[in-house]
C-alpha cells in the first residue's frame, strides 16, 4: 500500500474466474469520504456491465471495523445545503448501483459496521459476517438521521427493526440480532470461517446461469424502481440538517472520543 493509500484511502478491484473483488479502504476505520463513495459507485456499476463478471465481492481492507460509515472530517466541511447534497448523494449513488447492477453482490463483513456501512450491508444481495460484526445506526445521535441508507435497511431487516436501530442511536446490536433480523445471511465465527463460506457462495454463482441470477435479483428488488429519486430527496435532508450547530458540536465531540 502506497503512502498515498494510507492517508486517502482506496477503491481498488480485480477479476478472477468470474468473481470481481472491490475492495475499499480509509485509514479512519474505512469511513466513506466523498471520494471513495464516488470510485465505490463507479466499480459497481462498471462491473455490473462487464461480461466476464459473473458475481461481485464487496470487501474492506484489514481485520477490524467493516466500514464507519460517513467521513466527519467531511461532513465538518459543509458549509452549504449544495455541498450538502453532494456529500450524502454519494451514498444514494452507491446503493443504487448496488440495487441496479445486474449481478448478485456478496458483502463480506469482518468486523463493525456504523451509519452507511450498515447500508451497504443492507444494500447487498447476501452479506456474510464474523461474530465481530456489531452494527449501529448512529445518525440520530449527531444531529442526522439515517435518511438515505434507510431504505435498504428497511427493505432488509423491516421496520421494526430498522426503527430500533434508528431510534437507539446509541447501542450496539450484535451480529446475532443482525443475523435473526436478516441483515447478515450467515455469521462465522472467524474470519477465516467468514472467508471460506464468501469463497463458497461465489465459486457457486460463478458456475450459474447469469440470465437466471438477473432475472431473480429483479425480483427481489422489486418495488425499488423509484429509488433513484427517493435517494435523493433523502440526501437533501440529511445535507440540511448537517449544517445546523446541534450537528456541528456533536460531530465535534464525536471526534474526540474517537
Not at 89 to 107: E, Q, T
Request: overall charge neutral.
Amino acid at each position: 500500500m502506497s503512502i498515498k493509500e494510507i492517508q486517502e484511502g482506496y477503491v481498488k478491484s480485480e477479476i478472477h474466474n468470474g468473481v470481481t473483488t472491490i475492495e475499499f479502504f480509509h485509514p479512519q476505520s474505512n469511513s466513506l469520504p466523498g471520494k471513495i463513495l464516488e470510485e465505490m459507485a463507479k466499480e459497481i456499476h462498471f462491473a455490473g456491465t462487464h461480461t466476464e463478471t459473473k458475481v461481485i465481492v464487496l470487501k474492506s481492507a484489514g481485520e477490524k471495523a467493516f466500514c464507519a460509515g460517513a467521513s466527519f472530517d467531511e461532513l465538518l466541511q459543509i458549509k452549504n445545503e449544495k455541498e450538502g447534497l453532494h456529500f450524502f448523494s454519494g451514498f444514494a449513488h452507491v446503493i443504487n448501483a448496488m440495487r441496479k447492477c445486474p449481478k448478485f453482490i456478496i458483502a463480506r463483513v469482518q468486523g463493525k459496521c456504523v451509519g452507511g456501512g450498515v447500508g451497504l450491508a443492507a444494500a447487498a444481495d447476501y452479506a456474510i459476517a464474523t461474530e465481530k460484526a456489531d452494527i449501529k445506526l448512529s445518525e440520530l445521535a449527531v444531529g442526522i438521521g439515517p435518511f438515505v441508507v434507510g431504505p435498504a435497511v428497511e427493505r432488509k431487516i423491516g421496520v421494526a427493526a430498522f426503527s430500533a436501530l434508528a431510534i437507539d442511536a446509541a447501542m450496539w446490536r450484535n451480529s446475532d440480532w443482525a443475523k435473526k433480523k436478516g441483515l447478515f445471511a450467515e455469521v462465522h465465527p472467524d474470519i477465516a470461517g467468514m472467508d471460506e463460506s464468501v469463497e463458497r457462495l461465489a465459486f457457486s454463482l460463478s458456475h450459474s446461469s447469469p440470465q437466471a441470477m438477473e432475472e431473480l435479483k429483479k425480483i427481489t428488488w422489486k418495488g425499488t424502481e423509484h429509488w433513484d429519486t427517493l435517494l435523493i430527496e433523502r440526501a437533501s435532508i440529511s445535507g440540511r440538517l448537517v449544517l445546523n450547530s446541534f450537528t456541528r458540536n456533536a460531530i465535534e465531540k464525536f471526534k474526540v472520543k474517537a
